[in-house]
C-alpha cells in the first residue's frame, strides 16, 4: 500500500481538518508530518464543533491510528489541553494515538523567544501565533533541541536546564518582554505527565510497516504550501516544510511511497499576519468575504486578511507539491456574490506581466489581472451531488479545472462533515 497526502495550497486553513476527519474511515491511519499548535484544524459534526492543534484529524473516528508524527514540534500543555478536550467529548483515544520519539519540544522559553523575535522585528513582524515554533525549529536545525524520547532518560532534566540557560542568555539580546518562568515551567512539567502516557513509538518504523502490511496510510499536513520555509513567501512564513516533501521527512518515508496528492483551496483566498498576498482586498468586498466566511483564526481568533482566489498562485503549488486531485472548499460563501473574480495573472511594477510567482514577491507590488465569473447567487444547503449544483456553481468548477488542469473531486459546501460533493465514487466513505 501506498500513503496519500492531505496538504494546503495557500496561507493555511484551506479546510484541511474537515477533509481529513471526513476520509479518515477510508484509512487504517492519519499522521501529521509537520507544524505543530500554530495548526488549528477544525471539525463540525453531528452539530459539534472541535478545534485540533497538534493531534490528527482522525481521532474522532473508530478504529484507525492517529501518528504525531517526527516532523512535528509538541507543546506539551498543549497537547494535555487537547486530550482533556477529547475526554470531554468521550472519544477513546489511548489506544490510538501514538507520539514519534523524534518529535521536538516545545520550551516555554522557546515560546519566550518567538515573542522578543518578534517584538524586535517591530512593523515587519512575520504575525507568527506565538506558539514557539520557529525558536523550536531552530533548535532542532542547530542540534540543540529536546526530543519526546528524551523525557524519558536520567538526563532529560539536566539537558531541560542547560537549554533553559541558553535561551535565558539569548533573551537578554533581545526587546524584553515579560514572562513568569516559574509559572509555566510548572505547567509544562505536569503536562509531560499525559505525553508519558501515551505510546511512544519509533515513527518511522511504525509507518513502514504499516505500508508494508497493506494499511493505508493518510498524511495531514498544518499551514498552507505559501507559508513553506523554502517555497512560501520567505520570511513571512511558517519554520517546517508544509509541502508534500515535508511527508518524507516528517513521517521517515520515502518519496516512491507516496501516492495521491489532495491539494485544498478554498473557492477565495485568506492569510494571516504579515506578508504578500497578491489578490486580497481591501474594501467592501474583503470585508463581505471575512464576514461570510466568518474568517477569524482557528488557533489565535485573529481576523483573517481575505481576497479572490489567486490562480497562479494555485499553479505555482500544485507545481511544487504534485498535486493529483483538488479540493474545493467553502464555495457556499460565494453564495452572495452577484460576480466573483479570479487573479488570472500579475502586472509587475516594471508593466510586464506574468503568471509566474517572481522571486521578489515581497518587495514587489504585485496588481493581479483578473477575470470575471458570474456568480449563481442561490443557497447550496441540501444539494450533495455535483449534477444538483447550480448550473453557474458547475461553470464555476469547470473554470477552475481547466485553469488547474488537476481534477477537482470534491467540493465543500459547509463547515458540517456531511456537507461535501464528491465526484468520485470512489471516494465515498
Ligand atoms: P484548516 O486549518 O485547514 O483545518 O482550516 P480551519 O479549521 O482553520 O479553517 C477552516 C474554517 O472553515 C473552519 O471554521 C471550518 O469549520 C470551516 N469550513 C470548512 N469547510 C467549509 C465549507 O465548505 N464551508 C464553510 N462555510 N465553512 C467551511
Ligand atoms: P493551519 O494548519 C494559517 C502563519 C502565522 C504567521 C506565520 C508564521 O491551521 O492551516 P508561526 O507561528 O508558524 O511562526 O507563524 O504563519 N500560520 C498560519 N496561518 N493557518 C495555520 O495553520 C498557520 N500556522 C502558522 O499566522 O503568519
Ligand atoms: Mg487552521
Known amino acids: 500500500m501506498k500513503i496519500d497526502v492531505i496538504l494546503g495550497l495557500q496561507w493555511g486553513d484551506e479546510g484541511k481538518g474537515k477533509i481529513v476527519?471526513?476520509?479518515?474511515?477510508?484509512?487504517d491511519m492519519v499522521a501529521r508530518f509537520q507544524g505543530g499548535p500554530n495548526a488549528g484544524h477544525t471539525l463540525k459534526f453531528d452539530g459539534k464543533k472541535y478545534v485540533l492543534h497538534t493531534i490528527p484529524s482522525g481521532i474522532f473516528r473508530e478504529d484507525l491510528m492517529n501518528l504525531i508524527g517526527n516532523g512535528v514540534v509538541i507543546d506539551p500543555i498543549t497537547l494535555e489541553k487537547e486530550i482533556k478536550n477529547l475526554e470531554a467529548a468521550d472519544v477513546k483515544y489511548h489506544d490510538r494515538l501514538l507520539v514519534a520519539k523524534k518529535a521536538h519540544l516545545i520550551l516555554p522559553t522557546h515560546r519566550y523567544l518567538d515573542a522578543a523575535s518578534e517584538a524586535a522585528k517591530g512593523k515587519d513582524k512575520i504575525g507568527s501565533t506565538l506558539k514557539g515554533i520557529g525558536p523550536t525549529y531552530m533548535d532542532k536545525t542547530g542540534r540543540n533541541g529536546l526530543r519526546v524520547g528524551d523525557i524519558y532518560h536520567e538526563s532529560f532534566h539536566e539537558r531541560y536546564d542547560a537549554l533553559k540557560a541558553?535561551?535565558?542568555e539569548l533573551l537578554k539580546i533581545y526587546p524584553s518582554i515579560e514572562f513568569n518562568l516559574e509559572e509555566e515551567e510548572e505547567k509544562w512539567f505536569n503536562s509531560l505527565a499525559t505525553l508519558r502516557s501515551l505510546k511512544a513509538v519509533d515513527g518511522e518504523w511504525y509507518i513502514n510497516k504499516a505500508i508494508k502490511e497493506g494499511k493505508r496510510v493518510l498524511a495531514e499536513g498544518a499551514q498552507?504550501?505559501?507559508?513553506?520555509?523554502?517555497?512560501?513567501?520567505y520570511p513571512f512564513v511558517t519554520s517546517s516544510n508544509t509541502i508534500t516533501a515535508g511527508v518524507c521527512t516528517g513521517l521517515g518515508v520515502a518519496p516512491q511511497l507516496i501516492d495521491q496528492v489532495i491539494g485544498i483551496t478554498k473557492a477565495y483566498c485568506t492569510r494571516v499576519g504579515g506578508g504578500p498576498f497578491p489578490t486580497e482586498?481591501?474594501?467592501?468586498?474583503?470585508?463581505?468575504?471575512?464576514?461570510e466566511g466568518a474568517e477569524f483564526g482557528a488557533t489565535t481568533g485573529r481576523p483573517r486578511r481575505c481576497g479572490w482566489i489567486d490562480l497562479p498562485q494555485l499553479k505555482y503549488t500544485i507545481m511544487i507539491n504534485g498535486v493529483t486531485q483538488l479540493v474545493i472548499t467553502k464555495i457556499d460563501i460565494l453564495n452572495i456574490f452577484d460576480s466573483i473574480k479570479a487573479g488570472v495573472k500579475y502586472q509587475r511594477e516594471d508593466g510586464s506581466e506574468t503568471d509566474m510567482l517572481p522571486y521578489d514577491v515581497v518587495v514587489?507590488?504585485?496588481?493581479?489581472?483578473?477575470?470575471d465569473i458570474e456568480g449563481w447567487g442561490s443557497s447550496l444547503e441540501g444539494i450533495d451531488t455535483y449534477e444538483d449544483l447550480p448550473a453557474k456553481a458547475q461553470d464555476f468548477i469547470s473554470y477552475l479545472e481547466k485553469k488547474?488542469?488537476?481534477p477537482i473531486t470534491m467540493i465543500s459546501t459547509g463547515p458540517e462533515r456531511q456537507e461535501l460533493i464528491l465526484?468520485?465514487?470512489?471516494?465515498?466513505?
Open 21 to 27: 476527519d471526513y476520509l479518515a474511515t477510508k484509512y
Open 166 to 168: 541558553k535561551h535565558l
Open 224 to 233: 498552507g504550501s505559501m507559508l513553506d520555509i523554502d517555497f512560501g513567501t
Open 281 to 291: 482586498l481591501h474594501g467592501e468586498v474583503g470585508e463581505k468575504l471575512r464576514k
Open 364 to 371: 514587489e507590488d504585485l496588481k493581479p489581472i483578473w477575470e
Open 404 to 406: 488547474l488542469e488537476v
Open 423 to 429: 465526484r468520485t465514487a470512489d471516494l465515498a466513505v
